[in-house]
C-alpha cells in the first residue's frame, strides 16, 4: 500500500539554524516525491520534485531534498532556516500516470528569533 | 495568471445542513482534484476529473459527497447532510497534464461542522 510517513509532527528551530525534515515512503511503483510547504492562509505550495536522475534537488526558496532508495527517504533541509520559513511542510508521493498524491501527515515548523 | 481559486475560504455550519465548495481551477486546466484534511491527519484524495468527466472518485468518503464539474471550468464539492467529521480542510488543485507531474493547489476551504 502507498503510504508517506512524516515522523516529526512539531519541529522548532532557531532562526540560522539548519533544518532537516524527515519522510518516508512505501509505494508499489517507480515514485514521484514532492514537497509542499502551507504558510498561514495560503494554498500549498511546491517546493521541490524528484522525478529521476540526480537525487539531490534542489527547491525554491533555498530547499533541498534527498532521495535515497535504499532508505525509502526523502528529506528536505535547509541550511539555514529564516524567520518566513515558519509553517506546515507536507511530503507526498505519487505517480507519473497517476491520478493522485499520497500525503504525510505534515510537519509544523516553528522558528524562534 | 491567476492560480487555483476556492470558495469560501471558511465555512461553519449546523450538522445536517448542506454546503457547497467552489473550485476555479487554473484556465486551461483539463485535470482538477479534490483533497481533504482531516485536523491532525493526512491529506488525502477524494476525486479526480477530466474536463468535466469524474475520472476517479475513488476517495470519495460516502453518498453525502457530491461533487460536479459542469463544462469542464469551475468544480463544486456538495455535503449534504453535513456531520461533524466532514470538519476539515478542503483543498483543489489542477493541472495541465494527467498525473502527479505538476498540480496547483487552491488554499483550501476550512469546512467546520458544529
Known amino acids: 500500500a502507498q503510504s508517506v510517513t512524516q515522523p516529526d509532527i512539531h519541529i522548532t528551530v532557531s532562526e540560522g539554524a539548519s533544518l532537516e525534515l524527515r519522510c518516508n515512503y512505501s509505494?508499489?511503483?517507480?515514485?514521484?516525491l514532492f514537497w509542499y510547504v502551507q504558510s498561514p492562509g495560503q494554498g500549498l505550495q511546491l517546493l521541490l520534485k524528484y522525478f529521476s536522475g540526480d537525487t539531490l534537488v534542489q527547491g525554491i526558496k533555498g530547499f533541498e531534498a534527498e532521495f535515497k532508495r535504499s532508505q525509502s527517504s526523502f528529506n528536505l533541509r535547509k541550511p539555514s532556516v529564516h524567520w518566513s520559513d515558519a509553517a506546515e511542510y507536507f511530503c507526498a508521493v505519487g505517480a507519473f500516470t497517476g491520478n493522485q498524491f499520497y500525503f504525510g501527515t505534515g510537519t509544523s515548523l516553528t522558528v524562534i528569533p | 495568471e491567476a492560480g487555483v481559486t476556492q470558495f469560501p475560504s471558511h465555512s461553519v455550519i449546523e450538522k445536517g445542513q448542506t454546503v457547497t465548495l467552489r473550485c476555479d481551477p487554473i484556465s486551461g486546466h483539463d485535470n482538477l482534484y479534490w483533497y481533504r484534511r482531516v485536523m491532525g491527519k493526512e491529506i488525502k484524495f477524494l476525486l479526480h476529473?477530466?474536463?468535466?468527466?469524474?475520472?476517479?472518485e475513488s476517495g470519495m468518503p460516502n453518498n453525502r459527497f457530491l461533487a460536479e464539474r459542469t463544462g469542464g471550468t469551475y468544480s463544486t464539492l456538495k455535503v449534504q447532510p453535513a456531520e461533524l467529521e466532514d470538519s476539515g480542510v478542503y483543498f483543489c488543485?489542477?493541472?495541465?497534464?494527467?498525473?502527479?507531474?505538476?498540480?496547483?493547489f487552491g488554499q483550501g476551504t476550512r469546512l467546520t461542522v458544529v
Open positions: 476529473f477530466v474536463k468535466e468527466s469524474k475520472q476517479d
Open positions: 509505494y508499489g511503483a517507480t515514485p514521484y
Open positions: 488543485a489542477s493541472s495541465q497534464v494527467r498525473g502527479s507531474t505538476e498540480a496547483f
